[in-house]
């Protein structure tokens, strides 16, 4: 056999008697460091931020008008603060044990954000669907967030505690079930696995099918055309426009509207050239201002209205990217970052390394000095809402979301590595879900503050919005 040279950026090849990735090994000797058991220890930090604190500090930035829908989406449960407070669990998770292996995280990994989207055929995937706070950290994290919010999820749910417990206990089970999976499998067919409908055999989530088959038939009617048809009116030219629906959708003031429109023309830049003639074929009609989410309430995002030749309608949406408020946490937990260069630029790469499929039209631009993400608008999207689950269906959503998140981290970190740490037992998923159940009754507690800070008039909450 010819001796070949290494070239970077490939595994350097095997010496005389070494075994292959030898990560396995490595991850049962952090084990001696971080105890598996050691996952179940949290208590708030002594300089921890009182919940309004933390609100008002991720207020900073937003438009001020929007705030209080921010403030009222946060005050409807438990479960929806955790929804929006990603940094406050940021600064909680910092000082937790992590085993240093890092994987890009979605960075806000509650059960909420996963669900269903078309692909560039029309055909529904499940995944992972929310990237905002995406970045390279500790894998324990996004753990953690699902386990944390599959227990609050089932308490509005009005599960029973042994009901939620286990909720959290089997998505942390079937993560590590996964990531063994994973490591089993030839390199190429572990990174292509799909989350099909296969994932739900896989996940014994049998009893959540007719749910996924409800939400998909609902899905696939979640279209630009249709938002479009309900969104737009004639504007007496040919064209269409948008119609005010405030506070939800408004119409822009001239110059704002063509900023963003100009700022298109950076987007292109960032697809893959072969998808340029593509865009090429649908003219900027309008542009309005769209809420959206219950973290990004305040940020800037923007709906695009686009027509081909037929007057059929594609929908953008063009939406603020800020830093990812668990930047700071992970450089205090020993994950420097590189410069993103571009927010927007972070969260689409970010996505499309944890998913196997993406949207295909998933870019980033810049807008009067603001950076942006560009994507699809109902691109068939769909969602389970895990607080309406019932009991049987919880424990099935939970072990989905950790198979799912299991796939999503083995892209960026070797599954051995972490097979390796998490091991056979259900070491692991007890302390986790030990956690899961602390972090939970906190954030009631931190609910609470917030309801008294409304009630007491000090937050502004706008409900129903």
Known sequence: MPRLPYVPGFARPLGPGEARRPGKAAGKALREAVP??????????????GAVESVESANAGRLPELTPIRVGRMAASPFAFLRGSAGLMGYDLADSPVTGVGAQLCGDAHAANFGLYGDARGELIIDLNDFDETLHGPWEWDVKRLAASLVLAGREAGADEL???????????AYRHTMRLLARMPVTTAWNAIADEELVSHADAHQLVGTLERVG??????????FAARATEKDGTGGRQFVDA???????????????????GAYLATL???????????????????????????????VVLLLDHRGEALVLQVKEARPSVLLPYAEKAGFAAPAPGHEGRRVVLGQKSMQVV???????????????QVRQFRNRKGSVDPA????????????????????????????????????????????????????????????????????????????GV
């Open 36 to 49: 598996r058991s050691a996952h179940a220890d949290w208590k708030p930090g002594a300089g921890r931020p």
């Open 163 to 173: 009901v939620c417990r286990a909720a959290a206990r089997d998505a942390v089970g």
């Open 217 to 226: 038939e609902k899905a696939r009617r979640n279209t630009s055309a249709r």
């Open 246 to 264: 405030p506070p939800v959708l408004r119409r822009l003031p001239e110059r704002e509207a063509a900023a963003v429109a100009a700022a298109l």
């Open 272 to 302: 893959p050239e072969e998808l340029r003639p593509l865009l090429a074929r649908y003219a900027i009609q309008d542009v309005a201002f769209r809420v959206v989410g219950t973290g990004s309430v305040g940020l800037r995002s923007y």
């Open 358 to 372: 993406s949207d295909v039209l998933l870019g980033w631009t810049t807008v009067e000095g603001r950076p942006y």
């Open 388 to 463: 309406a689950l019932a009991p049987d269906e919880l424990d099935d959503y939970g072990r989905m979301t950790g198979a799912l998140l299991a796939r999503a981290h083995a892209h960026s970190a070797d599954p051995l590595l972490i097979a390796g740490y998490c091991g056979k037992g259900e070491e692991l998923d007890e302390a986790v879900a030990a956690f899961a159940v602390a972090y939970a009754d906190r954030t009631e507690a931190d609910h609470a503050e917030l309801l008294a800070a409304v009630r007491s008039g000090r937050l502004a909450a706008e409900t």
